[in-house]
């Protein structure tokens, strides 16, 4: 490739330039605007959840959003990251592992995301580098300013271009401060200025402290935050204001005159009962106008659109908290001290809990301490069982304790990936007289490994990048439960994150006893969903996917919707018997 042909493709004309801005193609500048969400004060605001209310807003009115999360960090995904460090590893249809604020998003806007809305620094500086040894950057010395901040502009520039969005939602991830989200920081306060007016708009959600001993609001950290932002040349346009109670006008004054922005554009955000009340929330205060007015954007609003959006919305909303039933539902899981680690299985049970007019109360289960001596104390009192995904040995022979005790006491079940898999290892020992059945993954040399290492997989090694991931389909068996539950669809998909399976020539010894494999991969032996038949158990299915990532609020996972409708069965079959019994 010649300097010249080179130079066309990194979008500059002269090597000589400061300018370094590769443009995607079929980017249109002008049409495609941006909301730059940034943290101050303190990390775990609840950035992701403010930008996805916000984002909704404007989806609600007829525009196209596309929102994208930028860690800091220099893994290239979160597929390594500990679920007990940073919360459950979200995984997205084209099989990206992200963040769990990807949930967030997926779950407010009900829309699949991909690679293209999740960056991590790791991702930036690879590019940077690849681009470097294939002599991309033309003699020049490869810097952050303008290289590594073009390949961020440039990574928000293709989102915008892919998507065709009329507003990109921008999560900076961290707090203003932080060495890792400087060049993002750059990169947003460049892409404003080439941009130009009404493209751009910066919101600081910042923190306003109340320290009990004081009983008042102090906004000193708050305005410290953003004169740091400031510093950084970038002036906010809106600031919303989290507390632990709404924000007092004078507080809300201290800021606006500190920072230049006006009282209308400083707004509360103060804690609420429940997420999902938040975009109306920020509607109240005016933050969807504001945008709309800062970037031009008031002639592409579909009222009716936004109408019927609403309505519908307000329909869940409402009904949130107002359940007078009652159903409690067990999850087991090593990591059940850290409810981040299960949040869209948590989400999942509370959009069901909505739709059916029930509050659903989990009951975390640490299976290391359960034998079958202590299982029935643990769970006498549940009306469902779920066995959620996991890695690892530990706590396994507990998981399988509580899925014989979910099958031999017909209580409610539902497996989530491990969950499936272990409910095959109990039904191999327990009914099919595979006695040392278990999975590879626990005990390499175990005699019956119902459970073992995909065909596909068994070359690939190391920890990073070697998982079945992401969407896939499943053809679903008639006349069995799943395709009940899928109201008789006979394909459906969903996300998978494994690298174990069920053995092939296990099968037919697991179907004389019973079980049914009533989801499969289209075309290959991999079983993606089993079931036990009614005359065995009122409610037992397992799927080697994760339903809980695909849950949204308006229309909750059907499997999941499954086990609560039998475990509402089972609360009510007992009160029942109770009344008979006085
Ligand atoms: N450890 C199992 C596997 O790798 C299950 C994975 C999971 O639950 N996500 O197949």
Same mark, same amino acid.
């Given at each position: 490739?010649?300097?010249?042909?080179?130079?066309?493709?990194?979008?500059?004309?002269?090597?000589?330039?400061?300018?370094?801005?590769?443009?995607?193609?079929?980017?249109?500048?002008?049409?495609?605007?941006?909301?730059?969400?940034?943290?101050?004060?303190?990390?775990?605001?609840?950035?992701?959840?403010?930008?996805?209310?916000?984002?909704?807003?404007?989806?609600?009115?007829?525009?196209?959003?596309?929102?994208?999360?930028?860690?800091?960090?220099?893994?290239?995904?979160?597929?390594?990251?500990?679920?007990?460090?940073?919360?459950?590893?979200?995984?997205?249809?084209?099989?990206?592992?992200?963040?769990?604020?990807?949930?967030?998003?997926?779950?407010?806007?009900?829309?699949?995301?991909?690679?293209?809305?999740?960056?991590?620094?790791?991702?930036?500086?690879?590019?940077?580098?690849?681009?470097?040894?294939?002599?991309?950057?033309?003699?020049?010395?490869?810097?952050?300013?303008?290289?590594?901040?073009?390949?961020?502009?440039?990574?928000?520039?293709?989102?915008?271009?892919?998507?065709?969005?009329?507003?990109?939602?921008?999560?900076?991830?961290?707090?203003?401060?932080?060495?890792?989200?400087?060049?993002?920081?750059?990169?947003?306060?460049?892409?404003?200025?080439?941009?130009?007016?009404?493209?751009?708009?910066?919101?600081?959600?910042?923190?306003?402290?109340?320290?009990?001993?004081?009983?008042?609001?102090?906004?000193?950290?708050?305005?410290?935050?953003?004169?740091?932002?400031?510093? +950084?040349?970038?002036?906010?346009?809106?600031?919303?204001?989290?507390?632990?109670?709404?924000?007092?006008?004078?507080?809300?004054?201290?800021?606006?005159?500190?920072? #230049?922005?006006?009282?209308?554009?400083?707004?509360? +955000?103060?804690?609420?009962?429940?997420?999902?009340?938040?975009?109306?929330?920020?509607?109240?205060?005016?933050?969807?106008?504001?945008?709309?007015?800062?970037?031009?954007?008031?002639?592409?609003? #579909?009222?009716? $659109?936004?109408?019927?959006?609403? +309505?519908?919305?307000?329909?869940?909303?409402?009904?949130?908290?107002?359940?007078?039933?009652?159903?409690?539902?067990?999850?087991?899981?090593?990591?059940?001290?850290? &409810?981040?680690?299960?949040?869209?299985?948590?989400?999942?049970?509370?959009?069901?809990?909505?739709?059916?007019?029930? #509050?659903?109360?989990?009951?975390?289960?640490?299976?290391?301490?359960?034998?079958?001596?202590?299982?029935?104390?643990?769970?006498?009192?549940?009306?469902?069982?779920?066995?959620?995904?996991?890695?690892?040995?530990?706590?396994?022979?507990?998981?399988?304790?509580?899925?014989?005790?979910?099958?031999?006491?017909?209580?409610?079940?539902?497996?989530?990936?491990?969950?499936?898999?272990?409910?095959?290892?109990?039904?191999?020992?327990?009914?099919?007289?595979?006695?040392?059945?278990?999975?590879?993954?626990?005990?390499? &040399?175990?005699?019956?490994?119902?459970?073992?290492?995909?065909?596909?997989?068994?070359?690939?090694?190391?920890?990073?990048?070697?998982?079945?991931?992401?969407?896939?389909?499943?053809?679903?068996?008639?006349?069995?439960? $799943?395709?009940?539950?899928?109201?008789?669809?006979?394909?459906?998909?969903?996300?998978?994150?494994?690298?174990?399976?069920?053995?092939?020539?296990?099968?037919?010894?697991?179907?004389?006893?019973?079980?049914?494999?009533?989801?499969?991969?289209? #075309?290959?032996?991999?079983?993606?969903?089993?079931?036990?038949?009614?005359?065995?158990?009122?409610?037992?299915?397992?799927?080697?996917?994760?339903?809980?990532?695909?849950?949204?609020?308006?229309?909750?996972?059907?499997?999941?919707?499954?086990?609560?409708? $039998?475990?509402?069965?089972?609360?009510?079959?007992?009160?029942?018997?109770?009344?008979?019994?006085?």
């Amino acid at each position: 490739m010649s300097n010249q042909e080179l130079l066309a493709k990194i979008g500059q004309t002269s090597d000589e330039t400061e300018f370094y801005t590769p443009m995607p193609t079929g980017y249109r500048k002008g049409h495609v605007k941006y909301v730059v969400v940034v943290g101050t004060v303190m990390s775990g605001l609840g950035k992701g959840i403010f930008s996805s209310s916000l984002a909704k807003l404007l989806q609600d009115k007829g525009l196209k959003v596309a929102p994208i999360k930028m860690e800091g960090y220099l893994n290239i995904d979160s597929g390594t990251l500990n679920p007990y460090r940073h919360g459950e590893v979200f995984v997205l249809d084209d099989g990206m592992e992200t963040d769990m604020d990807l949930g967030t998003y997926e779950r407010l806007l009900d829309q699949d995301l991909s690679a293209a809305n999740f960056t991590t620094n790791g991702q930036i500086m690879s590019s940077v580098l690849r681009k470097e040894r294939e002599g991309s950057y033309l003699g020049r010395d490869v810097q952050f300013i303008p290289h590594v901040t073009g390949e961020v502009k440039l990574k928000l520039r293709e989102l915008a271009a892919k998507s065709n969005a009329d507003v990109v939602f921008v999560e900076v991830g961290g707090t203003v401060g932080d060495y890792e989200n400087t060049a993002y920081l750059e990169a947003c306060r460049q892409l404003a200025y080439e941009e130009g007016e009404n493209s751009v708009v910066f919101v600081a959600l910042t923190y306003i402290l109340e320290p009990g001993a004081l009983g008042e609001q102090k906004s000193k950290a708050a305005q410290l935050g953003i004169k740091r932002l400031m510093e +950084m040349g970038i002036m906010p346009d809106l600031i919303a204001c989290r507390a632990a109670h709404p924000v007092k006008d004078s507080v809300r004054e201290k800021i606006s005159m500190y920072t #230049n922005v006006p009282m209308k554009r400083v707004v509360t +955000m103060h804690d609420v009962e429940s997420i999902y009340t938040i975009p109306e929330n920020l509607r109240e205060v005016g933050l969807d106008r504001e945008v709309l007015t800062l970037l031009s954007l008031h002639d592409r609003v #579909n009222q009716r $659109a936004e109408d019927q959006a609403r +309505m519908k919305w307000r329909w869940f909303v409402d009904r949130i908290g107002k359940a007078k039933k009652d159903v409690t539902v067990a999850v087991t899981g090593k990591y059940a001290t850290l &409810r981040d680690a299960y949040a869209s299985i948590i989400k999942a049970c509370e959009h069901c809990g909505v739709h059916l007019g029930v #509050n659903v109360n989990i009951k975390w289960v640490d299976t290391t301490a359960i034998d079958p001596s202590s299982v029935t104390r643990h769970l006498r009192d549940v009306q469902g069982i779920i066995v959620p995904g996991g890695f690892g040995v530990r706590g396994t022979e507990g998981k399988i304790e509580c899925i014989r005790y979910a099958r031999e006491n017909k209580v409610p079940y539902l497996g989530l990936c491990l969950g499936f898999q272990m409910a095959v290892i109990e039904f191999a020992r327990n009914v099919a007289g595979l006695r040392e059945a278990n999975s590879s993954e626990f005990d390499p &040399r175990c005699k019956q490994c119902v459970i073992d290492i995909l065909p596909e997989q068994k070359l690939i090694e190391g920890l990073g990048g070697n998982m079945r991931l992401g969407g896939k389909d499943v053809e679903i068996k008639p006349d069995t439960l $799943a395709s009940k539950l899928f109201d008789g669809a006979s394909q459906i998909r969903l996300r998978f994150r494994h690298r174990y399976e069920v053995d092939p020539k296990f099968i037919p010894i697991l179907q004389e006893h019973g079980m049914i494999f009533s989801g499969k991969h289209p #075309n290959q032996p991999i079983m993606q969903i089993l079931e036990l038949p009614a005359d065995m158990h009122p409610y037992f299915i397992g799927t080697q996917a994760h339903p809980e990532l695909t849950s949204r609020p308006l229309r909750p996972q059907p499997m999941f919707l499954g086990l609560i409708k $039998a475990a509402m069965a089972r609360a009510e079959a007992k009160t029942a018997q109770q009344a008979q019994a006085v």
